[in-house]
């Protein structure tokens, strides 16, 4: 058989000794380079998860200050937020602004549907009676409109809706079974 002599089992043993030194070693070093990488890649989505955050604030502040723009009329229960044009589309979900009227200074014209849509902010419209309040909000700046004329106008009637020097608000609405007309209703600043 075979003879283990002491100078067998010690090289053997410094044999064994040196492999697992350098399995060990190459596991710590490799472990080392891995969790290297790791926290680097750690830290990289942590960073773009920071500025994807600040990119969503930012967007959701942008988003706040356009929410900022809006009607307010209290004897109708109404406020709606507006948006530039009155197009079917924004309209269905918003108050519609002329885009060739002022929007601060002069006479603002807005729209809105009174029935047969999803929203039909302007439904109550035809309840407003001179003397009534109107708040407009445009980019934090609320004004305040007293309804001075509530008149029914034929659709191709855009007078009511020219510049002016007064600061005022022109709102007009379909007329109920009446597709030639429009409820138009004035309001002058406060």
Same mark, same amino acid.
């Given at each position: 058989?075979?003879?283990?002599?002491?100078?067998?089992?010690? %090289?053997?043993?410094?044999?064994?000794?040196?492999?697992?030194?350098?399995?060990?070693? %190459?596991?710590?070093?490799?472990?080392?380079?891995?969790?290297?990488?790791?926290?680097?890649?750690?830290?990289?989505?942590?960073?773009?998860?920071?500025?994807?955050?600040?990119?969503?604030?930012?967007?959701?502040? %942008?988003?706040?200050?356009?929410?900022?723009?809006?009607?307010?009329?209290?004897?109708?229960?109404?406020?709606?937020?507006?948006?530039?044009?009155?197009?079917?589309?924004?309209?269905?979900?918003?108050?519609g602004h002329f885009e060739e009227t002022n929007k601060e200074k002069g006479?603002?014209?807005?729209?809105?549907?009174? =029935?047969?849509?999803?929203?039909?902010?302007?439904?109550?419209?035809?309840?407003?009676?001179?003397?009534?309040?109107?708040?407009?909000?445009?980019?934090?700046?609320?004004?305040?409109?007293?309804?001075?004329?509530?008149?029914?106008?034929?659709?191709?009637?855009?007078?009511?809706?020219?510049?002016?020097?007064?600061?005022?608000?022109?709102?007009?609405?379909?007329?109920?079974?009446?597709?030639?007309? =429009? =409820?138009c209703i004035q309001g002058e600043e406060k």
């Open positions: 058989m075979f003879k283990y002599t002491s100078i067998y089992v010690n %090289t053997i043993s410094l044999l064994i000794s040196l492999i697992v030194f350098i399995v060990i070693q %190459t596991l710590f070093l490799n472990y080392g380079l891995f969790t290297k990488k790791s926290s680097l890649k750690a830290s990289f989505e942590v960073e773009n998860v920071v500025q994807n955050t600040t990119n969503e604030i930012v967007e959701k502040k %942008t988003s706040e200050k356009e929410n900022v723009w809006f009607l307010e009329i209290p004897k109708i229960n109404l406020k709606a937020n507006i948006k530039e044009g009155t197009t079917k589309e924004i309209m269905e979900n918003y108050i006479n603002v014209g807005l729209a809105a549907h009174n =029935r047969g849509y999803k929203n039909n902010y302007f439904e109550k419209l035809k309840e407003l009676k001179e003397g009534d309040s109107i708040f407009y909000n445009y980019q934090g700046s609320t004004k305040e409109y007293l309804v001075t004329k509530h008149v029914i106008i034929k659709d191709t009637d855009w007078s009511y809706l020219e510049k002016t020097d007064t600061n005022m608000i022109t709102l007009i609405t379909c007329v109920e079974n009446e597709p030639e007309y =429009r =409820r």
